[in-house]
């Protein structure tokens, strides 16, 4: 059974930074994408970056972009969100996801993934 467990959401002042981890367990498929997504309340899901198993480069959604960075430590089956410079617009619960896929490489928001964390909260505030 696949299982994601999110971990390092926190209340953290505007400008500030954060570490966000996602460990993953139970994968049957050595070819995948994990992503993060995050929601606000009230607003639907959105992709903040996803990143293929064996990679270092990660994609990212324009909002995040330049702030936030995905990183990886395939030993220990986790993966990372740095979360730099934030802002208020940044609050929401933020979930990592998995995907199995063909052939790999190249990892975005558009594969439907059908494995979630429970999520882990994100506030920005002073």
């Given amino acids: ?10 209340l ?14 139970g994968f049957t498929f050595t070819s995948y994408c994990m992503a993060w997504f995050h929601q606000a309340p009230g607003k639907e ?5 996803a990143i293929y198993r064996t990679h270092t480069l990660a994609y990212y959604a324009d909002s995040v972009k330049g702030r936030f960075t995905i990183s990886q430590d395939t030993a220990k089956n986790t993966m990372y969100l740095q979360l730099d ?14 995907v199995s896929v ?25």
Avoid: H, N
């Avoid at 208020?88 to 990592?96: I, L, S, W």
């Fill in 1 to 10: 059974e696949v299982q994601l467990t999110e971990s390092g959401g926190d």
């Fill in 12 to 25: 953290v002042q505007p400008g500030g930074s954060l570490k966000l981890s996602c460990v993953a367990s």
């Fill in 45 to 49: 899901r959105e992709g903040v970056g």
């Fill in 85 to 98: 410079r934030v802002k208020p617009e940044d609050t929401a619960a933020y979930f990592c996801a998995a």
């Fill in 102 to 126: 063909v052939g790999g490489g190249y990892c975005d928001f558009l594969p439907d993934y059908p494995y979630w964390g429970q999520g882990t909260q994100v506030t920005v505030s002073s």
